[in-house]
């Protein structure tokens, strides 16, 4: 079946932040043409392209990016691979869906395209849940792969022992996405610190439009979370844009200015140059 094209804005007010060299989107998806959505997963109401994300990057003057297979392809990361190949290994990576069967020479077929870890959703529509965690992990340790976990940070008290044993490094993803925001003072906040103080858990800025009550442009409910995290461990950190938005509805469709504007807020200048560039630089190997 045909998907429509893009019809999302790539390009309008500039930012108030202007991003440093070699600024890093650690979350985007794309959706390209002749591949369709999988069994499990949402449908793709429309295209995201690579040409669709560079016109938004040039917009948003980052440079570099990190590609996540979205719900819709499932296990299938074909078009991640294709995707891949028209940004060039130079600027772009990847986190694709990998299960416990997924076989060595998959994994390495996927490393030499620039794939450097495996998505677990622990959310409706994701292909790979927390309870198969640990196993993928043990397919992909010893390829310096990372797995990148996103689950309701309210059930943290649920999958904080899995966590605990995961080896290699890790995600927490979209701010510890908190459905429905806590205070920073909570004791899933302290939890996640803890991890972190681990020494494998790295923490993603993203996505704080989808579980804000209060809206952008300052998600003030949500806010306070990330800005704990970054006070408290600045060298683990990664910020990403989340487009295009497919997890809310048009309507509630947020500014893409306003979520790298967000850091101008939440980080100084150091730190902010620590989340766009050198903290992704080291995890990805850019």
Same mark, same amino acid.
């Given at each position: ?10 390009t309008?007010? /500039? ?8 600024? %890093?989107?650690? !979350?985007?998806?794309?959706? =390209?043409?002749?591949f369709?959505?999988?069994s499990?997963g949402?449908?793709? @109401?429309?295209?995201a %392209?690579?040409e ?6 040039? +917009?948003?003057?980052?440079? #570099?990016v ?15 691979v ?7 290994p ?11 069967? %997924? /076989? ?6 996927l490393?030499?395209?620039?794939v #450097? ?13 927390i309870?198969?965690?640990l @196993? ?8 310096? +792969? !990372?797995?990148?976990?996103q689950?309701?940070?309210?059930n =943290? ?16 993803? !979209? ?7 806590v ?23 993203c996505?704080?439009?989808?579980t /804000?009550? %209060?809206?952008?442009p300052?998600?003030?409910?949500? @806010? ?8 408290h461990?600045?060298d683990?950190?990664? +910020?990403g844009s989340? +487009?295009? !938005? ?13 979520? =790298? ?5 939440? @980080? ?7 989340? =766009? ?10």
């Amino acid at each position: 079946m045909s998907i429509p094209e893009n019809t999302r804005p790539l390009t309008g007010p /500039s930012p108030r932040f202007k991003a440093p060299a070699g600024a %890093t989107d650690c !979350h985007v998806h794309v959706f =390209l043409p002749g591949f369709e959505a999988q069994s499990g997963g949402p449908q793709i @109401a429309e295209l995201a %392209t690579v040409e669709n994300y560079k016109a938004l990057q040039q +917009w948003l003057g980052l440079s #570099r990016v990190v590609i996540t297979q979205p719900n819709a392809y499932q296990g299938n990361n074909e078009a991640l691979v294709k995707a891949l190949e028209q940004f060039g290994p130079d600027v772009a990576r990847a986190i694709a869906v990998i299960t416990p069967e %997924t /076989s060595r020479q998959e994994i390495e077929r996927l490393h030499e395209k620039g794939v #450097r870890g495996a998505r677990i959703m622990q959310l409706p529509g994701g292909a790979v849940g927390i309870d198969r965690m640990l @196993a993928v992990e043990d397919v992909i340790q010893d390829m310096g +792969w !990372h797995l990148m976990v996103q689950f309701n940070g309210r059930n =943290l008290a649920d999958y904080y022992a899995e966590l605990e044993k995961i080896k290699g490094r890790y995600i927490i993803d !979209h701010i510890g996405k908190f459905i429905d925001p806590v205070s920073a003072d909570d004791r899933r906040v302290d939890d996640i610190l803890r991890l972190i103080d681990k020494g494998n858990a790295w923490f993603k800025i993203c996505g704080a439009y989808e579980t /804000s009550l %209060t809206g952008g442009p300052d998600y003030a409910d949500v @806010a306070p979370i990330a800005k704990r995290v970054i006070e408290h461990a600045p060298d683990r950190v990664i +910020w990403g844009s989340n +487009w295009p !938005h497919v997890g809310v509805k048009r309507a509630q469709y947020p500014s893409d200015a306003e979520q =790298l504007d967000v850091l101008l807020d939440w @980080a100084d200048e150091q730190t902010r140059q620590k989340i =766009l560039v050198d903290n992704p630089a080291f995890l990805y190997g850019f």
